[in-house]
């Protein structure tokens, strides 16, 4: 995954702050925005984790922070609702200028009803989510009820929102009050999905059922168990990233099966690879894979090792072969599975500079093969299995010739040997 650190203007020329996750190729199938909880920032870790999640099926992701929150200028004292809500159109209007226009809108909690009310302004949306959104905006001043005499009385007040004090203003109050919910709901005209924990104690799940009861086909409702409102617990976040992903594929146009490189030949695998630890993204012939290493050296166990991976392409191309084999053959193979070790071992007859065995790499393969086969059959297979196209590549002559991609984007010519 490729993070960049963004800003755009909003509608009041106020710098916002704004980053955008791209899968590994730079090439997503469709872009998103996501629109973060009330007073939290795009630097949410349930905002990282789910957006990560959906880059890994090949979308983009632009989260920001809304006027005066986390890294965006700009006074949250002077913002409403409203604001937000053209805060959101602004991040729409920029990604289409500057990449694709966004076809998903996603909202966590107040963020939620902040897209549901901007969806109707971007024709290009087709698709929006919700994740633990109240009904109505009004339902944020639960957070703050003890000082609504007090900004009633004097215009504005000073409250501890999550440990940090913020200005409300009467005015946001007020702002707060002139939306017709109902009426944006039922007038949604976008595929809807609603992300929501029947034990969320911040924003209850009975906001779930109005939001679900006012809204129109197609809509679809996700519980999401034991969660809690912020979704601290990465598993919830990724099931949310990785639920999303797969629905909304169905309503922006994006085949099951999406092949980018149809002829392997053109095909380019990528690996992209963070500031940090060793979990890798890979992107290969339109597929999105993970690379880690186990914990034991500093990985996160997140997904296979390179070497699991070399493996594993062995395994699957040869199994893919004797498959291929028997068909032409015609013989009764059931199926096939490939069980493959890899280990650094001693060669006796390969020795190093100073006279001493040294260590080559050993492939175990063991076969097994099932359906009425006799045994020349079984042991051709065998044979056939040791003419596999990557086995003979890995016992073949290998160039791995490496060059720097320069600063425009192309390719710096590899130097001479």
């Known amino acids: 995954m490729r993070r960049t650190k963004l800003s755009f203007p909003n509608a009041q020329g106020t710098s916002l702050a ?18 973060h909880c009330f007073t939290c920032s795009k630097n949410l870790h349930a905002v990282s984790h789910i957006s990560r999640a959906l880059v890994q099926q090949g979308f983009g992701v632009l989260g920001f922070d ?46 939620g009803t902040a897209v549901l009310h901007a969806a109707g302004r971007l024709p290009s949306v087709r698709a929006v989510a919700t994740i633990g959104a109240p009904y109505d905006p009004k339902h944020v001043t639960h957070l703050f009820d003890r000082s609504l005499e007090a900004i009633e009385a004097d215009g504005e007040a000073r409250v501890d929102l999550g440990g940090r004090p913020f200005t409300i203003t009467k005015a946001f109050i007020e702002d707060l009050e002139a939306h017709d919910v109902d009426e944006v709901i039922r007038s ?98 339109g597929h999105a894979l993970v690379a880690d290493e186990p914990r034991s050296v500093g990985g996160t166990n997140a997904g296979p090792t390179p070497y699991d991976l070399l493996v594993a392409g062995l395994g699957a191309c040869t199994a893919m072969t004797l498959r291929m084999y028997a068909d032409r053959k015609k013989w009764p193979l059931d199926g096939v599975t490939v069980r493959l070790k890899h280990e650094k071992v001693h060669a006796e007859d390969c020795l190093d500079e100073n006279g001493r065995p040294r260590k080559i790499d050993r492939i175990e393969r063991v076969l097994d093969v099932a359906g009425a086969l006799d045994e020349p059959q079984r042991q051709r297979l065998v044979e056939i299995a040791n003419r596999c196209p990557v086995h003979r590549t890995l016992e073949g002559d290998v160039r791995v010739v490496t060059r720097l991609e320069d600063e425009a984007g192309g390719a710096e010519p590899p130097e001479s040997a």
């Open 188 to 285: 949604l005209k976008r595929a809807l999905l609603i992300f929501h924990s029947p034990v969320d104690q911040i924003v209850g799940i009975e906001n779930a059922e109005r939001i679900y009861r006012a809204a129109r086909h197609p809509k679809s409702f996700i519980s999401l168990d034991t969660a809690d409102h912020l979704l601290t617990q990465e598993a919830d976040a990724r099931y949310v990233g990785a639920v999303l992903a797969a629905w909304v594929r169905k309503y922006i146009d994006v085949p099951q099966e999406e092949v980018k490189h149809p002829e392997p030949a053109d095909n380019v695998v990528v690996a992209r690879i963070g500031a940090s630890g060793y979990r890798t993204e890979i992107l290969a012939n």
């Open 18 to 35: 704004a980053r955008l996750d791209l899968p590994a190729d730079d090439d997503p199938i469709g872009l998103a925005v996501f629109a």
């Open 66 to 111: 809304f006027t005066g929150i986390g890294e965006s200028e700009g006074r949250f004292a002077e913002t409403s609702f409203s604001s937000n809500v053209q805060d959101l159109v602004a991040a729409a209007a920029f990604l289409e200028r500057e990449w694709a226009a966004p076809r998903i809108l996603i909202g966590h909690s107040f963020g």
